[in-house]
């Protein structure tokens, strides 16, 4: 579930609230009862889930560079043999 914040004009207290997107936004303060409006948030960072997003999930030997050069390369069947991968 989101966390929207709020501002109260009427006590300038900032607040939190876990809401489901369909609920209908608050509207009135907690704790004074005053107006409320719905804060535009940064959100949430950017997560990355799964193999693939960091230095140690790929490899950084000698082969795999020559087989990531053969590929950019596409002229070459055999790694060792191609001219680029040296």
């Known amino acids: 579930m989101p966390t929207y914040e709020y501002y109260c004009a009427k006590c300038e207290k900032v607040f939190e609230a876990f809401q489901s997107m369909s609920e209908e936004p608050l509207k009135k303060c ?5 107006k409320v ?8 960072g950017l997560i ?15 082969e795999y560079k020559q087989k990531a050069q053969a590929e950019k390369c596409g002229s070459c069947k055999d790694n060792k043999s191609c001219p680029s991968a040296k």
């Open 30 to 34: 907690p704790e004074c009862k005053g």
């Open 37 to 44: 409006e719905r804060l535009i948030s940064g959100g949430a």
């Open 48 to 62: 990355f889930k799964g193999s693939g997003f960091y230095i140690n999930d790929y490899g950084r030997s000698s």
